[in-house]
Antibody, heavy 113, light 106 residues
């Protein structure tokens, strides 16, 4: 069974940083691209970033490029998202997904003073 | 960026109804389209990929079709657990983009 479990969310002040983690299991992690998608409270889904199988190719949403960094640890079957210079616009539930076909339960990031 | 629109934005239906949701892309996406179901407080669940292929474990009452810029999701006989919000998403180019969602309610 494919499982994706996010952690690392929480309350952070504007300008602050946070690192999200996603533990993957139940599939061959090194075979798949991995994505992060977010959902602001009461809003729709917004793709954030993705990373290829060996971690060398990464794509970002324009509004997060330069502030967020996606990475992966294939030995540990883990996906990460480093969030820097956070603003209130980044407040959302962040979902880890396997190529948009399997999704984690999400982790809430709240940016507020 | 490819813009995705959905119609209707919401619809009222009854158990047993046939429901169709339309998704349009601002440019051709060559069938690189998925459909997702989300209930309140839950993660999205993939229903369809490649415009018409059923994700494993998804009931056969769900079907997808379309090509080019226009795609549809059909639920042949609405069940109580199908009342949810449905999103389409294109993965033909970056950034991946989602439609605004269609809420199916009683």
């Amino acid at each position: 069974e494919v499982q994706l479990v996010e952690s690392g969310g929480g309350l952070v002040q504007p300008g602050g940083s946070l690192r999200l983690s996603c533990a993957a299991s139940g599939f061959s992690f090194t075979t798949y691209w991995m994505d992060w998608v977010r959902q602001a409270p009461g809003k729709g889904l917004e793709w954030v970033a993705n990373i290829n199988q060996d971690g060398r190719v990464k794509y970002y949403l324009d509004s997060v490029r330069g502030r967020f960094t996606i990475s992966r640890d294939n030995a540990g079957n883990s996906l990460y998202l480093q969030l820097n210079t956070l603003t209130s616009e980044d407040t959302a539930v962040y979902f880890c997904t396997r190529q948009l076909d399997y999704w984690g339960q999400g982790v809430l990031v709240t940016v507020s003073s | 960026d490819i813009q995705m629109t959905q119609s209707p934005s919401s619809l009222s239906a009854s158990v047993g109804d046939r429901v169709t949701i339309t998704c349009r892309a601002s440019q051709g996406i060559r069938g690189d389209l998925g459909w997702y179901q989300q209930t309140p407080g839950k993660a999205p669940k993939a229903l369809i990929y490649g415009a018409s292929r059923l994700h494993p474990g998804v009931p056969s009452r769900f079907s997808g079709s379309g090509s080019g810029t226009e795609y549809t999701l059909t639920i042949s006989s609405l069940q109580p657990e199908d009342f949810a919000t449905y999103y389409c998403a294109q993965y033909n180019s970056y950034p991946r983009t989602f439609g605004p969602g269609t809420k199916v309610h009683i």
